[in-house]
């Protein structure tokens, strides 16, 4: 077999497993429908996708510790099994400790293979367009987060064959899926590169104390709020101002992923031609836009029209701040990766505040949280290294 193909035999699968990580933002269009069967208040909600995220605070630096002592594709294996189990639950009980239970290990397995599915991708992709395939994994993650909106939805008005299980017809879905990119990465052989040297977890810790690495931390805590918190509040937004049904609203979660899906699709190939400095403020000067449309406007048309913005806005975030954080430390990446995806905690701060907020004073208080971390990137621009 050649080079290229056999690049691509080792690419395909690893591509595989960014569509399963995918999984994990069905819990944004999972949390409104968990809402409307047990009758729960806002607040009640945003703690499942809260939830989700708090374990990516107590899992990622370990992660970054094991991947140096069992390798990145075995910790990606492990972290794809904890997802299925994850997914297996809600298959059989729908009630919400069964859904807690469920939600907290899609959070673990997630936590475990954001950390080590992403320095695994620098051990398949040749030359340096680490940000370029980082968005390409970003938008095969994507097209798993906009159509569990729609196989939900599917599933809820019985329009798939769901054996009773309505819109939770999406986790057996997942779960095969899941099954086959565990068979397919451990039969895929990678070379690894030299494990980081062994490291303790206040040694991974002390990273933040270089102000550069904080920045990319906090940038990622935003990035993952927003992304959270876009794809949670968008339906309540419509059903507030327009009275629409969940159903009908649901809609604007997929809307949200289809544009993340070609901003991440674009961005793949638009970092190859231009600044990530440039590209970077563009995309968040957009999301800046769009908070402003979606606080002063209660037309349908707008309000699709922003949450795209957000989508496409912030479908290449992560990728730059991940790529320039491994990119300042080359030689601590294990490390650096864990910190980056302890980061993704945002989504556990991030949908806690705006539930308070919109309980408070309606949506408009959740997409003022939001407008906030989007302020924050603003900043952050400024400090993106020239690539």
């Known amino acids: 077999m050649s080079k290229q193909g056999s690049f691509v035999m080792r690419l395909i699968p690893v591509m595989f497993c960014f569509f399963s990580m995918g999984f994990v933002d069905l819990v944004g269009i999972a949390s409104n429908y968990v809402k409307s069967d047990l009758y729960l208040t806002d607040a009640q909600a945003n703690l499942f996708p809260s939830l989700v995220f708090f374990w990516f605070l107590i899992f990622s630096v370990p992660t970054g510790m094991l991947m140096n002592r069992i390798g990145r594709?075995?910790?990606?294996?492990?972290?794809?099994?904890?997802?299925?189990?994850?997914?297996?639950?809600?298959?059989?009980?729908?009630?919400?400790?069964?859904?807690?239970?469920?939600?907290?290990l899609l959070g673990i397995g997630n936590a475990l293979m954001q950390t080590s599915l992403n320095p695994l991708l620098s051990n398949v992709i040749l030359g340096n367009q680490m940000a370029s395939a980082l968005t390409f994994g970003q938008f095969v993650k994507a097209i798993a987060s906009f159509l569990a909106p729609y196989i939900a939805m599917?599933?809820?008005?019985?329009?798939?064959?769901?054996?009773?299980?309505?819109?939770?017809?999406?986790?057996?879905?997942?779960?095969?899926?899941?099954?086959?990119?565990?068979?397919?990465?451990?039969?895929?052989?990678?070379?690894?590169?030299?494990?980081?040297?062994?490291?303790?977890?206040?040694?991974?810790?002390?990273?933040?104390?270089?102000?550069?690495?904080?920045?990319?931390?906090l940038g990622i805590m935003c990035h993952v709020g927003i992304d959270v918190?876009?794809?949670?509040?968008?339906?309540?937004?419509?059903?507030?101002?327009?009275?629409?049904?969940?159903?009908?609203?649901?809609?604007?979660?997929?809307?949200?992923?289809?544009?993340?899906?070609a901003g991440c699709f674009m961005g793949a190939f638009i970092l190859r031609r231009i600044s990530?400095?440039?590209?970077?403020?563009?995309?968040?000067?957009?999301?800046?836009?769009?908070?402003?449309?979606?606080?002063?406007s209660a037309s349908q048309t707008i309000i699709y029209i922003c949450i795209g913005?957000?989508?496409?806005?912030?479908?290449?975030?992560?990728?730059?701040?991940?790529?320039?954080?491994?990119?300042?430390?080359?030689?601590?990446?294990?490390?650096?990766?864990?910190?980056?995806?302890?980061?993704?905690?945002?989504?556990?701060?991030?949908p806690l505040a705006m539930g308070v907020a919109s309980d408070a004073i309606g949506q408009n208080g959740a997409v003022v949280v939001m407008t906030i971390g989007v302020a924050y990137l603003l900043f952050y621009t400024l400090k993106i290294k020239k690539s």
């Open 73 to 104: 594709k075995n910790t990606v294996i492990l972290s794809l099994i904890v997802t299925l189990v994850s997914l297996f639950i809600p298959i059989f009980a729908d009630g919400y400790l069964p859904m807690l239970v469920s939600f907290s």
């Open 154 to 217: 599917w599933g809820a008005t019985n329009m798939l064959p769901n054996f009773g299980l309505g819109w939770r017809i999406l986790f057996p879905m997942y779960f095969i899926i899941g099954m086959l990119a565990v068979v397919w990465l451990a039969l895929t052989p990678i070379k690894e590169e030299k494990a980081d040297k062994s490291s303790g977890f206040m040694d991974c810790i002390r990273l933040l104390g270089n102000p550069f690495i904080l920045l990319c931390f």
């Open 229 to 261: 918190g876009a794809n949670t509040t968008a339906p309540k937004i419509l059903m507030e101002r327009l009275g629409m049904t969940l159903n009908e609203a649901g809609f604007a979660t997929s809307l949200y992923f289809i544009f993340r899906t």
């Open 276 to 296: 990530s400095r440039v590209f970077f403020a563009f995309s968040v000067v957009v999301m800046l836009l769009a908070m402003v449309g979606l606080l002063s």
């Open 309 to 350: 913005m957000i989508g496409f806005g912030n479908s290449n975030v992560f990728s730059i701040i991940f790529a320039q954080a491994l990119g300042s430390q080359p030689y601590k990446k294990n490390e650096v990766s864990g910190l980056m995806i302890m980061g993704l905690f945002g989504g556990t701060v991030f």
